[in-house]
């Protein structure tokens, strides 16, 4: 089946320690997403991509990056985790059409925890 | 600013129905977004509106009024595996999803 992956589900990192999550999809969709998720909030965007055009969000802090190697892959890097930075991460892709991004479908998430 | 309203929280029991409504302000409109998403879990879609008017697929309707920038998801025959938050996203005229924060429904047996 097609689908959006994400790994590692749980992720368990140390105060300022870098740490990288990553994800991965079958579904051929250019379009890539990156969003931070808080107990009962709305998703946060913190960057996306239009094949490999980078896209970040303006409030988006420099402690976060991202990679996009091929169609594929993207990745989520964090480079000095905050207590704040604990959340749930979550991926989606949508397929690119003429006037806009399509439906974005969702990876199960990475649930980071910040010790 | 952009803003999608919804209420925080409901109740309703099993086997009823439930309607969840969504009030938005945003940039321009170019669709309205329904996602289910279970506690610890990533969102689902459900439904998507575009035109005025009433889409339904299932046990789910959802609807539109683009001039009341108003939506609703309707959920019949409840069950407990219903249980979940749902989310309404609109996505405005930069094709960019604003999110609301979303409504946890709770069914009780």
């Known amino acids: 089946d097609a689908m959006v992956i994400q790994n590692p589900r749980y992720q368990v990192t140390q105060f300022g320690k870098p740490v990288t999550l990553s994800c991965s999809q079958t579904l051929n969709h250019n379009v890539m997403y990156w969003y931070q998720q808080k107990s009962s909030q709305a998703p946060k965007l913190l960057f996306h991509?239009?094949?490999?055009?980078?896209?970040n969000e303006a409030d988006t802090p420099d402690n976060f990056q991202s990679r996009r190697p091929n169609t594929s892959f993207c990745f989520l890097d964090i480079r000095s985790p905050g207590l704040g930075d604990a959340a749930m991460y979550l991926c989606?892709?949508?397929?690119?059409?003429?006037?806009?991004?399509?439906?974005?479908?969702f990876g199960p998430g990475t649930r980071l925890t910040v010790l | 600013g952009q803003n999608i309203d919804q209420p925080t929280e409901m109740t309703a029991t099993e086997g009823a129905i439930v309607q969840i409504n969504c009030t938005y302000q945003t940039s321009g409109f170019n669709g309205l977004f329904w996602y289910q998403q279970h506690a610890g879990e990533a969102p689902t879609f459900l439904s998507y509106n575009v035109l005025d008017g009433l889409e339904e697929k299932g046990r789910f309707s959802s609807f539109l009024s683009r001039s009341k920038g108003y939506s609703y998801l309707l959920l019949k025959e409840l069950q407990m595996k219903d249980s979940a938050s749902y989310l309404c996203a609109v996505r405005d005229s930069n094709y960019q999803l604003i999110w609301g924060a979303g409504t946890k429904l709770i069914i009780k047996p």
């Open positions: 991509y239009y094949d490999k055009d980078f896209n």
């Open positions: 989606a892709t949508s397929r690119a059409r003429e006037g806009g991004p399509d439906t974005q479908y």
